[in-house]
């Protein structure tokens, strides 16, 4: 059977399954259904008072409902500060189930001595920030338990390694992603030049509470990057809970809880990963050693007067990676031409990095129109990268023919030598920052402001190079040796204004951005401009436009012979975004359908190389590019309680080096085409009983020798397919103690269900007539993982 029947056969199969499970049946005596607003956004705390019990309950933070009732008629009655009441009749004499959504109008008046939060939320809609369930992530079947890959399933976002939590998106590349934790900016490692050397990403899955994402055409109010923003709400819990999850690949504890009378809440994560029995299932067999920890920590206080918000985030992250890697043997070619390497080495690699961040953000509410922000962090980080690895490599014909004596032996040598890679890498690098932000509401408009303040102290030392030794030649294929020291300063500032019209149906946002840098003295104006057309209340359309442009870090000054260029100034992007977000209801739930048109177009570009997940920059400013597509999503209930979604990603990216006589070319992360799945199931009668599914699709990236700008990117890579699945179990503990577990869950998860051999990179070899091929490096193959959890 070949691979495409086999996948085919595999996705009937797990679709079979998922419709077969998704009839559920009635129960008798229930009214359930969702209160929205007017863009159907679902809305917290309504209260539900019902007629004549004088029973009383609130939506919750899905703006969800549900009631079990036992007389035949009664008047439920929706009320709430922010919105005009509703009346509802219900008869059961002809349902014993019932479901309903309500919608309600937003009052246009604003209640004396009542913080009305109205504007806040109109402002919302008109950003184009995606709000993600943060209960997803827990259901994620996923090898390391990263937060990132929930993004990997969202249209235009790209993560080709499961082992990384790096990901691109609409063709940037990995370091045009802007994150925030509570207003508070954070960064991913520095050093890290393949995904299986990747520790934890920052974000705990488990502390998470609110998550907004955008692919692009954000407004003025967030950062200076390319391609995203993706902004996460640690939680601020209201009651003492927890949780314990244990896998083969490591585990997690969580704490969280509450002190009223000192109006103080708090959330504690530790999280440990060990892949070393994934990381068995690469082709290069040996000794995995990885060790990765993470702390972290939120604190909020409440003071007294209500008015004031105090909140301290704290994490600490230690991570090593030691490999002594073995042996080696890749297959490749087609079925007419099959070759094999065959490589035996010798030599370790061993990766250390520590880091520290501590972050304030203090609010003040001064009035109820002024409210004031000051956000502060200091992040450390210490880095150090060994390795010296030397590999003898066999390349051989490989004979095919099965009814051969030496079938699957190698019939001719066609190169025999020796690879070997050396490195002494170190960074040290010290990052603080101020900011002070504002919101004035001015009737029903909001003005917001701020301005930042960064140092960055950088120490980066390189030292690598590399060689073959071949029957014929020897040739130094790397020779890097330099340092960079940077001292810099940043200064930053916005101001935005958003106003919505007296029906609704118009809303707008635009502001700018200032950026300078000490380094290359370069003064940016970024204005961005943001649109929301509401006509009927179930459609909503959305246009942006605006500049976005990215100052250099210190990976951008160094070029990828390792030069060092001071001048390089900042990319820039122009962002023009169309889009909709149409609401509907199918078989009595709520879904919503998403379409986003886009064209990015890119100057001063400083092109790069991708080398696994390590990007080499060519440090200038003198290529011209642009990104354009099209990004399709579904998301809502396919199976009643449960939230899944389908997303489809077109893209075409390409840049023009000027000089090089051959125009427009594929940009490194020109994946065309990227299906993501998400879908949650469980069995009828039985929502403890979940089957989860997470399905990637990529079109092949381009790529090209090492050494040869005039093959760069010329050829098509292998597509990327994978397919994970979980299923689990959990069982309710009834317990009077204080704290103590109350639910138990098992999981099994199978992850590569097909078996898909992925590649993530190439090794050129060259033969004894000098001809080069490309060895494929192939990601993790399937692996079969079990996980428990205990919530309490």
């Given at each position: 059977?070949?691979?495409?029947k086999?996948?085919?056969?595999k996705y009937?199969?797990?679709?079979?399954l998922?419709?077969?499970?998704s009839?559920?049946?009635?129960?008798g005596?229930?009214?359930?259904?969702?209160?929205?607003?007017?863009?159907?956004?679902?809305?917290e705390g309504?209260h539900i008072?019902?007629i004549?019990?004088?029973a009383?309950?609130?939506?919750?933070?899905?703006?969800k409902?549900?009631?079990?009732l036992?007389?035949?008629?009664?008047?439920?009655?929706?009320?709430?500060?922010?919105?005009?009441?509703?009346?509802?009749?219900?008869n059961?004499?002809?349902?014993?189930?019932?479901r309903?959504?309500?919608?309600m109008?937003?009052?246009?008046t604003?209640?004396?001595?009542?913080?009305?939060?109205?504007?806040k939320?109109?402002?919302?809609?008109?950003?184009?920030?995606?709000?993600?369930?943060?209960?997803?992530?827990?259901?994620?079947?996923?090898?390391?338990?990263?937060f990132?890959?929930?993004?990997?399933?969202?249209?235009?976002?790209?993560?080709?390694n499961?082992?990384?939590?790096?990901?691109?998106?609409?063709?940037?590349?990995?370091?045009?992603?802007?994150v925030?934790?509570?207003?508070?900016?954070?960064?991913?490692?520095?050093?890290?030049?393949?995904?299986?050397?990747?520790?934890?990403?920052?974000?705990n899955?488990?502390?998470?509470?609110?998550?907004?994402?955008?692919?692009?055409?954000?407004?003025?109010?967030?950062?200076?990057?390319?391609?995203?923003?993706?902004?996460?709400?640690?939680?601020?819990?209201?009651?003492?809970?927890?949780?314990?999850?244990?896998?083969?690949?490591?585990?997690?504890?969580?704490?969280e809880?509450?002190?009223?009378?000192?109006?103080?809440?708090?959330?504690?994560?530790?999280?440990?990963?060990?892949?070393?029995?994934?990381?068995?299932?690469?082709?290069?067999?040996?000794?995995y050693?990885?060790?990765?920890?993470?702390v972290?920590?939120?604190?909020?206080?409440?003071f007294?007067?209500?008015?004031?918000?105090?909140?301290?985030?704290?994490?600490?992250?230690?991570?090593?990676?030691?490999?002594?890697?073995?042996?080696?043997?890749?297959?490749?070619?087609?079925?007419?031409?099959?070759?094999?390497?065959?490589?035996?080495?010798?030599?370790?690699?061993?990766?250390?990095?520590?880091?520290?961040?501590?972050?304030?953000?203090?609010?003040?509410?001064?009035s109820?129109?002024?409210?004031?922000?000051?956000?502060?962090?200091?992040?450390?980080?210490?880095?150090?990268?060994?390795?010296?690895?030397?590999?003898?490599?066999?390349?051989?014909?490989?004979?095919?023919?099965?009814?051969?004596?030496?079938?699957?032996?190698?019939?001719?040598?066609?190169?025999?030598?020796?690879?070997?890679?050396?490195g002494?890498?170190?960074?040290e690098?010290?990052?603080?920052?101020?900011?002070q932000?504002?919101?004035?509401?001015?009737?029903?408009?909001?003005?917001?402001?701020g301005?930042?303040?960064?140092?960055?102290?950088i120490?980066?030392?390189?030292?690598?190079?590399?060689?073959?030794?071949?029957?014929?030649?020897?040739?130094?294929?790397?020779?890097?040796?330099?340092?960079?020291?940077?001292?810099?300063?940043?200064?930053s500032?916005?101001?935005?204004y958003?106003?919505?019209?007296?029906?609704?149906?118009?809303?707008f946002?635009?502001?700018?951005?200032?950026?300078?840098?000490?380094?290359?003295?370069?003064?940016?104006?970024?204005?961005?401009?943001?649109?929301?057309?509401?006509?009927?209340?179930?459609?909503?359309?959305?246009?942006?436009?605006?500049?976005?442009?990215?100052?250099?870090?210190?990976?951008?000054?160094r070029?990828?012979?390792?030069?060092?260029?001071?001048?390089?100034?900042?990319?820039?992007?122009?962002?023009?975004?169309?889009?909709?977000?149409?609401?509907?209801?199918?078989w009595?739930?709520p879904?919503?359908?998403?379409?986003e048109?886009?064209?990015?177009?890119?100057?001063n570009?400083n092109?790069y190389?991708?080398?696994?997940?390590?990007?080499?920059?060519?440090?200038?400013?003198?290529t011209k590019?642009?990104?354009?597509?099209?990004?399709?999503?579904?998301?809502g209930?396919?199976?009643?309680?449960t939230?899944?979604?389908?997303s489809?990603?077109?893209?075409?990216?390409?840049?023009?080096?000027?000089?090089?006589g051959?125009?427009y070319?594929?940009?490194?992360?020109d994946?065309?085409i990227?299906l993501?799945?998400?879908?949650?199931?469980?069995?009828?009668?039985?929502?403890?009983?979940?089957?989860?599914?997470?399905?990637?699709?990529?079109?092949g990236?381009?790529?090209?020798?090492?050494?040869?700008?005039?093959?760069?990117?010329?050829?098509?890579?292998?597509?990327y397919?994978?397919?994970?699945i979980?299923?689990?179990?959990?069982?309710?503990?009834?317990?009077?103690?204080?704290?103590?577990?109350?639910?138990?869950?098992?999981?099994?998860?199978?992850l590569?269900?097909?078996?898909?051999?992925?590649?993530?990179?190439?090794?050129?070899?060259?033969?004894v007539?000098?001809?080069?091929?490309?060895?494929?490096?192939?990601?993790?193959?399937?692996?079969?993982?079990?996980?428990v959890?205990?919530?309490?």
């Amino acid at each position: 059977m070949t691979d495409k029947k086999y996948f085919q056969k595999k996705y009937f199969l797990v679709f079979f399954l998922i419709f077969n499970l998704s009839k559920l049946y009635a129960q008798g005596g229930e009214v359930y259904g969702v209160v929205l607003d007017s863009l159907n956004n679902p809305i917290e705390g309504v209260h539900i008072k019902v007629i004549p019990s004088d029973a009383i309950v609130l939506t919750d933070s899905k703006g969800k409902f549900n009631l079990k009732l036992k007389k035949n008629h009664y008047t439920m009655e929706f009320s709430h500060v922010e919105f005009h009441s509703e009346i509802r009749e219900i008869n059961f004499k002809k349902y014993a189930v019932l479901r309903f959504d309500v919608q309600m109008k937003s009052r246009t008046t604003v209640l004396e001595g009542v913080e009305v939060k109205d504007e806040k939320k109109r402002e919302t809609g008109v950003s184009g920030m995606e709000t993600i369930d943060a209960k997803n992530i827990q259901n994620l079947p996923s090898g390391t338990g990263e937060f990132n890959k929930i993004l990997s399933t969202l249209p235009g976002v790209v993560s080709n390694n499961e082992l990384s939590s790096a990901y691109s998106v609409r063709g940037g590349n990995f370091d045009e992603n802007l994150v925030y934790v509570n207003g508070i900016q954070v960064y991913r490692p520095f050093l890290v030049r393949a995904g299986r050397q990747e520790g934890l990403s920052f974000i705990n899955p488990d502390l998470v509470s609110n998550i907004e994402f955008s692919a692009g055409g954000w407004q003025a109010k967030y950062g200076d990057k390319l391609s995203s923003v993706l902004n996460i709400d640690y939680k601020k819990p209201d009651k003492s809970t927890g949780s314990v999850n244990l896998s083969l690949l490591g585990g997690s504890v969580h704490y969280e809880g509450n002190n009223e009378d000192r109006g103080v809440s708090y959330i504690v994560g530790i999280r440990h990963k060990n892949t070393k029995y994934l990381l068995g299932s690469l082709e290069t067999k040996g000794q995995y050693l990885p060790k990765f920890t993470d702390v972290q920590a939120y604190v909020n206080k409440k003071f007294k007067n209500n008015r004031t918000n105090l909140g301290v985030l704290v994490s600490t992250a230690h991570n090593r990676y030691l490999t002594i890697p073995e042996k080696k043997q890749t297959d490749f070619g087609t079925v007419d031409r099959s070759y094999r390497l065959t490589v035996a080495f010798d030599g370790r690699e061993i990766l250390k990095y520590d880091t520290y961040q501590t972050g304030i953000n203090l609010s003040h509410v001064f009035s109820d129109n002024f409210k004031s922000y000051l956000i502060s962090s200091v992040v450390k980080t210490n880095e150090r990268e060994n390795f010296e690895i030397e590999g003898g490599y066999r390349l051989c014909d490989l004979n095919n023919n099965p009814s051969s004596n030496n079938f699957d032996e190698c019939v001719v040598i066609r190169g025999v030598g020796t690879n070997y890679n050396y490195g002494r890498n170190s960074l040290e690098a010290s990052i603080v920052n101020v900011e002070q932000k504002n919101e004035v509401y001015i009737n029903n408009d909001l003005l917001e402001f701020g301005v930042r303040w960064d140092q960055e102290k950088i120490d980066d030392a390189l030292s690598e190079y590399a060689f073959i030794d071949s029957a014929d030649f020897s040739s130094i294929t790397e020779n890097r040796k330099n340092e960079i020291h940077l001292n810099s300063q940043r200064l930053s500032a916005y101001v935005q204004y958003t106003t919505v019209s007296a029906d609704s149906a118009h809303s707008f946002s635009f502001g700018t951005r200032l950026n300078y840098w000490s380094i290359n003295e370069q003064l940016l104006v970024s204005p961005r401009l943001n649109y929301l057309y509401n006509p009927s209340g179930n459609t909503n359309y959305r246009f942006a436009f605006g500049f976005y442009q990215q100052p250099p870090f210190y990976r951008e000054l160094r070029d990828r012979q390792g030069n060092i260029n001071m001048d390089v100034k900042a990319q820039t992007s122009m962002h023009f975004i169309a889009g909709l977000d149409h609401y509907f209801t199918a078989w009595g739930r709520p879904f919503k359908f998403t379409a986003e048109a886009y064209h990015k177009k890119m100057e001063n570009i400083n092109p790069y190389d991708v080398e696994n997940v390590r990007l080499r920059y060519f440090a200038n400013n003198d290529t011209k590019a642009f990104a354009q597509g099209i990004d399709f999503r579904v998301n809502g209930e396919f199976i009643e309680g449960t939230q899944s979604w389908f997303s489809l990603g077109i893209l075409n990216t390409r840049e023009d080096i000027p000089n090089d006589g051959k125009g427009y070319i594929r940009r490194p992360t020109d994946q065309r085409i990227n299906l993501g799945i998400f879908f949650e199931d469980h069995f009828p009668n039985d929502p403890s009983t979940k089957v989860n599914l997470n399905m990637l699709f990529g079109s092949g990236l381009p790529f090209g020798p090492p050494g040869r700008d005039d093959l760069r990117n010329a050829f098509p890579g292998d597509e990327y397919y994978r397919v994970d699945i979980g299923f689990s179990k959990s069982i309710n503990i009834h317990s009077s103690a204080k704290i103590s577990p109350n639910t138990l869950s098992f999981g099994v998860e199978i992850l590569n269900l097909l078996g898909a051999d992925n590649t993530i990179s190439y090794t050129w070899i060259k033969d004894v007539e000098n001809n080069q091929f490309a060895i494929p490096n192939s990601l993790s193959a399937r692996f079969l993982n079990f996980r428990v959890r205990v919530n309490f």
